[in-house]
């Protein structure tokens, strides 16, 4: 049993808190004790007045007007987006812990952020016999005996890449400088400032609002927090702690006006287009006040992926009212078959098709291949005893099903669901030092790009995939999601990866091949990026596959929705 100390400055507790609180609660190896600070006993007048010592009356007129717009842009957005309710939402968590509350009095720095504690209060916390205390609501930065008064200290979020991002507001300063991704740390705080044992490092996708982001950071970073605090009290293991640098950069804060007036005119108009949006989903406004969708669409070359050049390829003509995404290609029977991604716009549902493509560079669009009640897509392809099966990424069935060809390459038939309950993105299996392994990104919440998990067995139509120690073994939106796989001339398995830009979904993808994969390492190594410049009027690609005689490759077309 493991005694978890959680440090409060109230018990009315953000859904975020209360959701880690309430999974930690759950756990049989686990006992709660919830520290809870006793607020100062001052009048509301003497807080106004140490509010004005603070700060200068400019600088609070700056406060107030990034609050206005903070108001003014979640006002608007939550109604659009249900889930950002989230960011208002309050709950009790008092009833979450079954040991009496022990009340503690921080002692505050002259400038109202240092918190240290008296040597009672931290006797009193030592007699507990805590393995260590989570940082729930509690504000301030920690000094002295609260560090060190359990066996393993006190962890904390950082919610903002420390790299960079030294202050907050948490999840702004990406919006703003529209960073491609958001990053959060979780780490054992030490008594130097930004000096924490970082024990788990992710980043996710930029969402493009401030109140979309932040919602997002702290939604993602909140499971992972109980994850780490649960595999502690099951089975005494916490990550490694990565490497210490020391990092000068100026602490980041509330914007200045200047700043956020910019940011005014940026979000004005990103909500006009949400309304614009919405209203034509409505069908309010007429379609020809809007310009052409954007679209996907699939190229190939008669060349390995080692020795093209991506601008030669022959472009496939999308169907009407459908485009193309997410090709791969494999010649069997002495047939080349390209199975894409057919997304039909009207029924906003994609299926699996096939092309057929020729020695003379000409193709011929077959007719769809499988078809579901559900959307489908990357229909990944691999063959295992002279059979050729399919994993296409059926998300919205919860499982990964795999489809056996039964008459190349039309007919194909449901074998069997090899993982279930499980909202997996993109997935692959591929074989590696004697293991089949599994690959796929994992989607949670409104996160679909931040998180690749792996899995292996001993062969790839078991029951019975075992997942790695490392899981998720990637945690970075730029380089997590599977974009297709490559193997080079000498063997090597090459991962195609997609690479987000801010709020755009597929801006580019990388090659990164594998170095090392065992069931308790992976490692792998960029060795080129592609960038969507090879077509005239693209602004994105995310996906390539080879059977090393052809290639084939997606981009997204230039033409925007309002």
Not at 205 to 232: C, F, V
Not at 340 to 367: M, N, P, R
Request: with cysteine; aromatic share 14%.
């Amino acid at each position: 049993m493991k005694k978890i100390g959680i440090i409060l400055d109230s018990l009315s507790s953000s859904k975020y808190l209360y959701d880690t609180v309430s999974d930690l609660s759950k756990n049989p190896n686990i006992e709660l004790y919830f520290l809870l600070n006793r607020s100062r006993d001052i009048s509301s007048f003497t807080r106004l007045l140490e509010y004005f010592k603070r700060n200068k009356f400019f600088r609070i007129l700056e406060l107030v007007y990034f609050k206005l717009i903070c108001v003014f842009e979640y006002k608007i957005l939550s109604f659009f987006n249900k889930n950002l309710i989230d960011l208002k939402s309050i709950s009790n968590i008092s009833k979450l812990s079954k040991n009496e509350i022990i009340s503690i009095d921080p002692i505050f720095s002259p400038s109202g952020i240092v918190v240290r504690y008296s040597k009672e209060d931290i006797n009193k916390i030592k007699s507990l016999n805590l393995a260590m205390i989570v940082r729930g609501n509690a504000r301030g930065i920690f000094k002295g005996g609260i560090l060190d008064c359990t066996e393993k200290g006190m962890i904390s979020f950082h919610h903002g890449d420390n790299r960079w991002n030294r202050g907050g507001p948490a999840g702004f300063w990406e919006v703003f400088l529209k960073k491609s991704s958001t990053g959060f740390i979780i780490q054992f705080l030490t008594s130097k400032l930004d000096g924490g044992s970082v024990i788990l490092r992710g980043n996710l996708a930029t969402k493009a609002s401030y109140s979309e982001n932040q919602h997002n950071l702290y939604n993602i970073s909140n499971s992972y927090m109980a994850k780490i605090i649960n595999e502690y009290a099951n089975n005494n293991y916490l990550p490694e702690a990565e490497k210490k640098f020391d990092f000068d950069l100026p602490i980041l804060k509330t914007p200045p006006w200047t700043k956020s007036l910019k940011y005014h005119f940026y979000i004005s108009k990103y909500l006009s287009i949400q309304i614009l949006k919405h209203l034509y989903r409505q069908t309010i406004l007429p379609r020809f006040l809007f310009k052409k969708r954007n679209q996907w669409g699939v190229a190939f070359i008669n060349k390995s992926w080692e020795k093209f050049d991506l601008s030669e390829g022959v472009r496939i003509k999308n169907p009407k009212n459908h485009y193309f995404a997410d090709p791969f290609i494999i010649k069997r029977n002495n047939r080349t078959i390209c199975f894409v991604e057919d997304y039909d716009i009207l029924e906003k549902k994609g299926h699996i098709s096939a092309i057929e493509i020729f020695e003379d560079q000409t193709y011929k669009v077959l007719e769809p291949v499988i078809k579901e009640s559900f959307h489908m897509s990357y229909p990944f392809i691999f063959e295992y005893n002279d059979n050729l099966y399919m994993t296409p990424e059926t998300v919205e069935a919860k499982s990964i099903r795999l489809y056996k060809c039964k008459n190349f390459p039309l007919e194909w038939e449901l074998e069997k669901e090899i993982v279930v309950n499980q909202n997996a993105l993109d997935p692959i299996i591929f074989k590696y030092n004697n293991k089949w392994w599994l690959f796929y990104t994992l989607l949670k919440g409104e996160d679909t790009s931040s998180t690749l998990m792996a899995y292996y067995s001993e062969n790839p139509l078991s029951d019975n995939w075992i997942p790695h120690k490392l899981n998720p073994i990637v945690f970075d939106s730029s380089i997590c999601r599977n974009g297709g796989l490559l193997t080079s001339n000498d063997n090597d398995m090459i991962r195609v990866r997609q690479k987000q830009g801010f709020n755009f979904y597929g801006k580019s993808f990388t090659l990164a091949q594998i170095t090392d994969l065992t069931s308790t390492t992976f490692k792998e190594e960029q060795v080129k990026e592609i960038l969507p410049d090879f077509f005239s009027n693209i602004t994105g690609c995310h996906h390539m596959h080879s059977n090393n005689e052809y290639t084939v490759y997606d981009y997204f077309s230039s033409s925007s929705f309002i």
